[in-house]
């Protein structure tokens, strides 16, 4: 018998190929993911009502081999956005389609200096931690060696990290509004205490910016613990 969100992708996927651009964007998501955290608190950041399609990564093997997604994001990945006709993978990239398609404040600050800055913490958490403790490489490790080869490369990237926020920091990463560094930010964090036990005492910079980023709403109501898709408290 086809998954549940198998069953809903594919009729999503089939509406999507006759949808208008005034159709809501579909989420494909998966409630503990961190890059599918960081496109949902951009979609909220920009006001914007979506629908949304769970992909259980753990369930049966992983709902993201299936091959519905598989023909969404050929790598196998949450999070994917269909909007406006076409199918986005890459938490970056569609962050960045928002911030220049829609309304509103921007994620992307107009000076070229705070840009570059908004880069490259969004790129050092993106591509210099997150991806070294992703699901699928954590897999090809023998199941006593998970937990310290995720705790080596989140401490060693948030060592760097703190550095470089307190050269950009005011309230935020980059000052005092909110940009995609603090998008990228607030679920690796989460992510590193929830799941991998990292203690943030000798981050102070980034505990201190986490903190005023889970009193926005745009975190709250994206939180992994309010999902559709988030089990029922044991
Ligand atoms: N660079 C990608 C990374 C996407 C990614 O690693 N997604 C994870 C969840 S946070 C995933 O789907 N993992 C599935 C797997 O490893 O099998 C992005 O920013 O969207």
Redesign the pocket.
Known sequence: MMQRAERVGEESLGSSRNMESTSKPVLYT?FR????WRVRIALAFKGIAYDQVPVN?VKGG?Q?HADFFKALNPM????ALSIDGITI????AIIQYLDETRPGPRLLPEDTKKRAQVRMISDHI?SGI??LQ???VLQKLEAEKKLEWAQYFIVNGFQALESLLQQTAGQYCVGDEVTMADLCLVPQVYNAVSRFKVDLAPFPTIAKINNALLELQIFKVSHPSCQPDTPPEP
């Open positions: 998966y993911s961190s890059c599918s990564l992983g993201q196998k990945q949450v999070p993978s890459q938490s970056l993106t997150q991806p992703n699901l699928h």
